[in-house]
């Protein structure tokens, strides 16, 4: 699989057997993300992996703060508000994946506060003292985890509410306060029996987005 393939292959999965990721494979994929770019190789990223056990307490616990109605606190804050070009491709969405998924769009409420029932969930946190800038390193670390899973045949999709109640995620995997945790990916071997994964979001014209001068 090249990289191009890598790219129009993977989707963002909401549905996940329970069939689990061996840690040696993940393990892996971690040690080539490792050479993703950052400035001036400051390779800010911080990642804890969460499986078995441990993630059944994080999700019981997100359950009971869901059931609960506990406001979410991310480290990083959510943004006020969307550009409209952004708010126009996001409206897409439902109407996109009922297209796609017919009434098992429904379930992506329920499914998305699991966790999309995924086996593994791998969180990237950021130091504090970090800027902003670091992100977009954070980011690119992200992208190539998720294509390194997808050439080994696993599953990916980035997820807020992943890190929705981080206090959660510090006791169950002893993150330092010094850190700010970013973003998490649930991954896994896609329930291909689920219907909610035939969605693919839709991907704006060039034009719309990307202005040549030369």
Not at 91 to 120: I, V
Not at 122 to 151: H, I, P
Request: hydrophobic share 40%.
């Amino acid at each position: 699989m090249n990289v191009t393939e890598a790219i129009a292959k993977r989707s963002s999965i909401r549905a996940y057997k329970p069939d689990p990721v061996a840690k040696e494979t993940i393990m892996e994929i971690l040690e080539k993300a490792a050479r993703t770019p950052s400035w001036a190789n400051t390779q800010p990223w911080t990642v804890f992996v969460a499986s078995g056990a441990t993630l059944e307490r994080i999700k019981a616990a997100y359950a009971d703060n869901y059931k609960s109605a506990v406001k979410t606190a991310t480290d990083i804050p959510r943004p006020a508000e969307w550009p409209q070009a952004a708010k126009e491709r996001t409206m897409g969405l439902r109407p996109d994946m009922l297209r796609d998924c017919g009434e098992d769009a429904d379930k992506f409420g329920e499914l998305n506060q699991r966790m999309f029932d995924a086996p593994m969930v791998v969180f990237l946190c950021l130091d504090k003292m970090y800027s902003s800038w670091s992100l977009y390193d954070l980011g690119a670390y992200a992208q190539s985890v998720c294509l390194l899973a997808q050439e080994q045949g696993i599953s990916t999709i980035p997820a807020i509410t992943s890190v929705s109640y981080p206090e959660a995620l510090r006791r169950e995997l002893s993150i330092p306060d010094n850190l700010n945790v970013a973003i998490g990916i649930p991954m896994g071997y896609a329930d291909e029996s689920n219907r909610i994964n035939n969605f693919h979001s839709a991907r704006s014209p060039l034009s719309e987005t990307v202005f040549y001068h030369g």
